[in-house]
C-alpha cells in the first residue's frame, strides 16, 4: 500500500467526512474560520497587526482594513496536513495513478473554492503532526528542511518550521495595462523565432521558457539555458532575441514584482526573509553573470519564470520546488476555463486576469482546467529547491 493513504484516516469534520465517505470531494468549511470582527472589534488580517497607521477611527488606515477584511476570505479544512508526496522523489506515474485512486472526481469537475473574484483566498489545512513531520520518504531535494536543518535554524525559519497556508489567491493584483505589455514582449520574442525546449510531457504538451537563475543539480546557480538561447547560431537575430528576453524579464521584474513582494511579506513575511537570503548569497556568488544580464535577477521573491502559452493540463507535483516553498502563478491573455485544480483539496481556484495564485507546487498535485477559449500566457514564478538548501548550508549565508 503506498505510504500516503495513511493520511487519509484521521479526525475529519461531519461534512468532510460524509463527503469522503461517498467517494466524494472534501469540501472547504467555508464561513467556519473566516476573518471577522474580534472580541474586542477590532479586524484581524494576516500579517498585518502592529502596523502604523493613524489612530484616528475611520481614518484612511483603518478603511483599507476594513476594506481588505471584507474581500478576504480564510478556508479551512479538516483534513489532515496533505504529505501524500511529501516523501517521495520524483515519480510522476504513481502522482497519476494515486490521484486517480483517491480523488476520483476528474480534476475540472472539482467545485469551486470561490464564485467573488474580488475575494482574496487564504486555504489552511491542519499543521503537519510530529509523524508526518519526522516521516522519511526515498527522500531527495523536496524533503522537509527540518530533517536536514539544525534545530535553530528551523526555529529561525519561523515559528513551528512550516507556512501557516497551503495555498492563496491574491486579487486585483497586476493592472490590465502590465498584461498587456506582457503579452506584446512575450509576442515579438515569439515572433524573433525564439528557441524553445522540448515540451515537459508530465505536466503539458506546450513548451515553456525558463528564464532566471536556478540552480538545478549545480553547486551555484547559473542563469537557465532558455535565458541564453545556446542552442541558437551566433547571430544578429540572437542578440535581437536576448534582449528581447531581457525586455520581458524586466517587464516582470519591474512591474510585477513589488506587487508580489508586497503580498508575500504580508501573508508569509518568514518565507520572504529566506527569500531574501538566498538572494544576498545569489547576488555575491554570482555577481558577474548578473552584471551581465541584470534584468534575470528578480531580486528573491522568486527566481526563476517559466512562461508559456495555454496552461499545465496534467496532474503533477514540481519535484524540484521545495514542500515550504510557494510558486506564484499569473497569466494574461483573454480567456475561458483555465481553473486551477487542486485535487487533494477538493477544489479549483478560478484565475482571472490580474489575480495570482500562491501555492506549495511540491506539496499539493495540480493542473489547470481546460481552457476552452481565447488565449492565455502563464507565467509561473519559482525558486528551486537546490537555491534553497545550499543558501541555508552555506555558512556565510545562513539565516541566523
Ligand atoms: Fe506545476
Known amino acids: 500500500m503506498p ?19 461517498d467517494g466524494g470531494p472534501v469540501e472547504p468549511e467555508e464561513e467556519r474560520g473566516s476573518i471577522g470582527p474580534r472580541d474586542d472589534g477590532g479586524l484581524k488580517v494576516p500579517g498585518t497587526s502592529g502596523r502604523r497607521g493613524t489612530s484616528r477611527r475611520g481614518g484612511t488606515y483603518e478603511k483599507g482594513q476594513e476594506k481588505l477584511q471584507r474581500h478576504t476570505k480564510i478556508i479551512k479544512y479538516e483534513v489532515p496536513f496533505p504529505d501524500h508526496f511529501a516523501g517521495w522523489t520524483r515519480d510522476g506515474e504513481m502522482v497519476k495513478r494515486m490521484v486517480k485512486e483517491l480523488w476520483p472526481t476528474l480534476p475540472a469537475d472539482l467545485p469551486n473554492a470561490s464564485n467573488d473574484p474580488s475575494l482574496t483566498l487564504l486555504i489552511e489545512s491542519q499543521k503537519p503532526t510530529e509523524t508526518q513531520r519526522k516521516a522519511q520518504g526515498p527522500g531527495g531535494g523536496g524533503a522537509w528542511l527540518w530533517d536536514k ?16 497556508y497551503l495555498a492563496m489567491r ?21 515572433r524573433l523565432g525564439v528557441k524553445f525546449p522540448d515540451a515537459e510531457l508530465q505536466r503539458s504538451g506546450s513548451p515553456a521558457l525558463h528564464l532566471g537563475l536556478w540552480e538545478l543539480y549545480m553547486d551555484l546557480a547559473k542563469i537557465t539555458t532558455d535565458s ?31 506587487r508580489l513582494e508586497r503580498l508575500m511579506k504580508r501573508y508569509v513575511p518568514e518565507q520572504q526573509r529566506v527569500q531574501e537570503r538566498i538572494h544576498s548569497r545569489l547576488a555575491h556568488r554570482r555577481a558577474e553573470q548578473l552584471t551581465e544580464r541584470p534584468d534575470m535577477d528578480f531580486g528573491g521573491t522568486f527566481f ?17 520546488d521545495n514542500l515550504h516553498k510557494f510558486a506564484l502563478i499569473f497569466a494574461a491573455g483573454d480567456w475561458e476555463g483555465g481553473e486551477f485544480c487542486i485535487p487533494q483539496l477538493g477544489i479549483w481556484i478560478p484565475l482571472r486576469p490580474g489575480q495570482v ?6 506539496l499539493l498535485a495540480h493542473c489547470t482546467a481546460p481552457i476552452t477559449s481565447g488565449r492565455r500566457v502563464v507565467f509561473t514564478c519559482f525558486t528551486d529547491s537546490f537555491l534553497l538548501e545550499h543558501t541555508l548550508s ?7
Not at 505510504?3 to 465517505?21: I, M, P, V
Request: with cysteine.
Open 170 to 190: 491574491w486579487a486585483e493584483c497586476i493592472p490590465d495595462e502590465t498584461l498587456k505589455m506582457l503579452v506584446r514582449l512575450w509576442d515579438t520574442l515569439n
Open 394 to 400: 552555506d555558512k556565510d549565508y545562513s539565516i541566523l
Open 3 to 21: 505510504k500516503a493513504t495513511r493520511t487519509r484516516q484521521g479526525r475529519r469534520g461531519g461534512k468532510n467526512k460524509r463527503a469522503e465517505a
Open 304 to 320: 526563476t519564470v517559466a512562461v508559456k502559452e495555454g496552461g499545465s493540463e496534467r496532474i503533477h507535483i514540481d519535484w524540484n
Open 149 to 164: 536543518l539544525p534545530a535553530a535554524e528551523v526555529a529561525a525559519l519561523e515559528e513551528d518550521g512550516a507556512p501557516k
Open 357 to 362: 495564485i500562491a501555492v506549495r507546487t511540491r
Open 228 to 258: 541564453r538561447q545556446t542552442k541558437l547560431e551566433k547571430s544578429a537575430p540572437k542578440e535581437e532575441i536576448l534582449a528581447a528576453i531581457d525586455a520581458l524579464c524586466r517587464a516582470v521584474k519591474e512591474r510585477v514584482v513589488p
